[in-house]
């Protein structure tokens, strides 16, 4: 999970947090400029056109959310999460079931829908660099885990979640149509060869500013925040060499007081042009087939769902079945 709060703090945080009033929800996500972005795609239009103002909360946390629908005081409306915990969370009974006489779900990627959950946005895992701090940038996985050819400090995603197990195996020479099920320990004893050299980060904003400083000027990094690196002027280079692709979902919490609201947000975020909006500011790719005429050819022709020849997908359900399993592995490695 992303992070891991006491119960006990989260039943007293929500405990004194104010449900949302009929005129507003809540909606949380990763923060940094992919939630800036979210904002003026779909909530600021969605509160134009319903009058319900959405109230922005975040970074998102699994371990909060589920003490929310424990407690039975949930606070979130709509929350961004990642592909595989959504898959997870409706499997255990912490989501609402998506209403799809409100959603319209006929032109969303059906890859990234499922009764709990409709995909929020298509990123892959890149390797990016900070090419005004280094002599050269790696271009493979296998280069990234090269501390002779590339040395300094690295940085890769602090949580357990699809990515960089797949990159560890990716760079030890493991095929991509062999990646699952997941050789953990060959993944970890690859990862022990520059565990001394990660910097991890636990969201997106701080992968950036971990780049932009050059404390890691190279890593595994979502596709999205290259391009808001390159946008803030810094010279900036992208390896797409075996992306790793996935998405990210929009649930409602189980309990949400505002489902109505939630439906109706969801609804909005996911049509065409709110999905075209978002992946012009972001780089991330629409989950909405009708997005893509919405969009110039130079800007679709950035996004992952263009760099098909050279993606490794990551996969949702195994991850969901085992995120657990893993997890406990994952973490016990860390703290090594």
């Not at 595989?84 to 990234?112: C, M, W």
């Not at 560890?168 to 990862?191: E, M, Q, T, W």
Request: with cysteine; proline share 4%.
């Amino acid at each position: 999970m992303k992070t891991t709060f006491a119960f006990a703090a989260v039943a007293a945080f929500v405990a004194v947090s104010a449900p949302a009033h009929a005129d507003n929800m809540v909606f949380s996500s990763w923060g940094g400029t992919t939630q800036d972005a979210q904002k003026a795609a779909w909530a600021s239009p969605f509160t134009e056109k319903t009058g319900i103002t959405v109230v922005q909360d975040g970074p998102t946390d699994y371990g909060k959310l589920k003490a929310m629908v424990e407690a039975g005081q949930v606070t979130w409306d709509v929350v961004d999460v990642e592909g595989d915990y959504a898959a997870q969370a409706g499997k255990n009974g912490q989501l609402e079931k998506l209403d799809f006489s409100v959603i319209d779900k006929s032109k969303l990627d059906p890859r990234f829908v499922t009764d709990y959950s409709v995909g929020s946005f298509y990123y892959s895992f890149v390797i990016g660099c900070n090419a005004d701090a280094v002599s050269a940038c790696p271009k493979t996985w296998a280069d990234l885990f090269d501390t002779a050819k590339f040395p300094g400090k690295r940085t890769f995603y602090k949580w357990s979640a699809p990515g960089v197990i797949e990159a560890a195996l990716l760079a030890d020479g493991v095929a991509a149509d062999k990646l699952y099920p997941l050789d953990l320990d060959r993944a970890f004893k690859k990862l022990d060869t520059i565990k001394s050299d990660i910097v991890w980060w636990s969201g997106g904003a701080q992968s950036q500013q971990l780049l932009a400083s050059a404390e890691a000027p190279f890593g595994s990094v979502w596709n999205g925040r290259m391009t808001a690196l390159a946008a803030s002027g810094i010279k900036t280079e992208t390896s797409w060499e075996q992306n790793i692709t996935a998405a990210d979902s929009l649930v409602v919490p189980k309990g949400s007081p505002n489902v109505e609201a939630a439906m109706k947000f969801i609804a909005m975020a996911t049509s065409a042009e709110p999905q075209a909006a978002l992946a012009k500011a972001t780089g991330y790719a629409p989950i909405n087939f009708d997005s893509a005429k919405l969009m110039d050819p130079e800007t679709a022709k950035t996004l992952p769902d263009q760099q098909t020849a050279r993606q490794v997908n990551a996969d949702m359900n195994y991850w969901a079945d085992n995120r657990d399993a893993i997890g406990e592995k994952w973490y016990a490695w860390q703290a090594k």
